[in-house]
């Protein structure tokens, strides 16, 4: 009874975590039609929240403008001040730019969040889908790079789940948002794809400081990095 109580409190607290705009998009000031330097795409969604999810799965994007009138959504990024051009609709764009207050850390257009407690792999992806991030998705070296130089560079040891992970019955590895699979950094051995004495089989991609990258079971314990 007691357990069925406390899984409602959290449902009902995901559910209000995922209907407010993820925390990391700050509204701007905005005075007409808005102009990005760079439009990585232009959709029409439902609402704002739906407009900065389209966001986060874009790896090229850190502000997006929302129009409250026909729900156009243009995602995109900005190395110099927004420019506003008079319109007609122009009092109904909203525009949000990713900005990652500490402690988070921004790298390239995305704001990355360390996990305060270990998870299992699955309940860690759900908390990065309440925050209206997904699990830590490395998409080249650079990126790579930054999680061992700037993100645990005090902390050889570190080991954090990503979100990457195969299906059972299969032996390739895929990423959480559906990107392409273009890079990895596993460790000579590995992916080992191993099945423990225990029956589990090794299906979460781990990143470690000291082994690069390796497969462990998802049920297992671990830190873990959301990316907006
Ligand atoms: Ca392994």
Redesign the pocket.
């Known amino acids: 009874m007691i357990h069925l109580y406390i899984k409602t409190i959290c449902v009902v607290l995901l559910a209000f975590l995922s209907r407010s705009l993820s925390a990391v998009f700050h509204k701007l000031d905005s005075n007409g039609e808005p102009g990005f330097n760079k439009v990585s795409k232009s959709l029409v969604v439902e609402n704002e929240l739906l407009c900065s999810r389209a966001c986060v799965k874009t790896a090229e994007c850190d502000i997006i403008a929302f129009n409250t009138v026909n729900h156009t959504c243009i995602i995109g990024s900005n190395t110099t001040e927004i420019t506003f051009t008079p319109s007609s609709i122009g009092t109904a764009w909203r525009v949000y730019e990713l900005q990652c207050d500490p402690p988070m850390v921004k790298y390239r257009h995305s704001c990355y969040y360390r996990s305060k407690i270990g998870r299992q792999w699955l309940p860690s992806k759900l908390e990065c889908e309440a925050m209206g991030a997904h699990l830590l998705v490395v998409t080249d070296t650079e990126e790579n790079d930054f999680i061992y130089n700037v993100l645990f560079r005090d902390e050889p040891n570190f080991e954090i789940f990503t979100g990457g992970f195969r299906l059972m019955e299969e032996s390739t590895y895929q990423w959480i948002t559906g990107e392409p699979w273009t890079f990895a950094n596993w460790n000579p051995?590995?992916?080992?794809?191993?099945v423990w004495d225990t029956g589990e089989s090794?299906e979460c991609v781990c990143i470690t400081g000291q082994w690069n990258w390796?497969?462990?079971p998802c049920n297992q314990t671990r830190m873990f990095v959301c990316e907006f």
């Open positions: 051995l590995e992916p080992s794809l191993a090794e390796t497969d462990i």
